[in-house]
C-alpha cells in the first residue's frame, strides 16, 4: 500500500505565480518530511523537510506546511519559476534517518 | 565531482546476466541506500546500510544483494537479472548523525533487461 501519496500527477503554472503541490500520508507514525526535485537524467534533489513538531518551514521561495490531523503536506513555490520545471516527490520516514517512503511524483511546469 | 557517485549510468543485459551496480561517495556518510523507480512510481528501497557491518532488507529486496565494501562504497548485485527488473536505480547516502538529515541522491543508473 503506498503510504504516500500525491494525487496529482502534474501541475502547469504560470511563471511568476504560485505553484502549489500536495502530499498526503496515511501513516500517523511518519515524523519528518521531505521535499526532493528531480531534473531528468538527475537524481533527486533535497529542497526542504520538516519535522512533525513543526507545522511550517520556509526556505527562501519555499514553504512546506504540515497538517498532522488532515495527515496532509503541501510545498508552496513563490514566485515560480521556469526553472522550477521538474518532478517534484514528497517522502517521509518514521524515527528520520530510516528508509524513506515517496510519492509517485507530481511534475511541474512553469511556463513563461 | 559528484558526492555520490554510480557507475555505470546506463546498462543494457540479457535476461539471466550477474550484474552489478557500484556507488561510490566522498560525503563521510555511514548510512547508505539503494531504491529503484519505475516509471509512474516513486522510488522504493531495496537495501540499507548503517555502517560497514550492517546490511538491511528493504521493502522489495527479492532477487537482489548487496555489499558494504568500506564506509563509502555499497554495490548492488542482481545474481540473475529477469526483465521486471528493468528500471532506474538511485543510491543515496546519509549523515546519520543526528535528527533530521536528509538523504543525497546519485545520478542514478538506468538498466535495460531483455
Known amino acids: 500500500d503506498q503510504q504516500v501519496k500525491q494525487n496529482s500527477p502534474s501541475l502547469s503554472v504560470q511563471e511568476g505565480r504560485i505553484s502549489i503541490l500536495n502530499c498526503d500520508y496515511t501513516n500517523s507514525m511518519f515524523d519528518y518530511f521531505l521535499w526532493y526535485k528531480k531534473y531528468p537524467a538527475e537524481g533527486p534533489t533535497f529542497l526542504i523537510s520538516i519535522s512533525s513538531i513543526k507545522d511550517k518551514n520556509e526556505d527562501g521561495r519555499f514553504t512546506v506546511f504540515l497538517n498532522k490531523s488532515a495527515k496532509h503536506l503541501s510545498l508552496h513555490i513563490v514566485p515560480s519559476q521556469p526553472g522550477d520545471s521538474a518532478v517534484y516527490f514528497c517522502?517521509?520516514?518514521?524515527?528520520?534517518?530510516?528508509?524513506?517512503?515517496f510519492g509517485k511524483g507530481t511534475s511541474l511546469l512553469v511556463t513563461p | 565531482d559528484a558526492d555520490v557517485t554510480q557507475t555505470p549510468r546506463n546498462r543494457i543485459t540479457k535476461t539471466g546476466k550477474r550484474i552489478m551496480l557500484e556507488c561510490s561517495q566522498t560525503k563521510g556518510h555511514d548510512r547508505m541506500y539503494w531504491y529503484r523507480q519505475d516509471p509512474g512510481l516513486g522510488l522504493r528501497l531495496i537495501y540499507y546500510s548503517f555502517d560497514v557491518k550492517d546490511i538491511n532488507k528493504g521493502e522489495i529486496s527479492d532477487g537482489y544483494s548487496v555489499s558494504r565494501q568500506a564506509q563509502a562504497k555499497f554495490s548492488l548485485s542482481l545474481e540473475s537479472a529477469i526483465p521486471n527488473q528493468t528500471a532506474l536505480y538511485f543510491c543515496a547516502t546519509e549523515a546519520g548523525t543526528g535528527r533530521d538529515q536528509p538523504q543525497h541522491f546519485g545520478d542514478g543508473t538506468r538498466l535495460s533487461i531483455l
Open positions: 517522502a517521509a520516514s518514521i524515527n528520520s534517518g530510516y528508509a524513506l517512503n
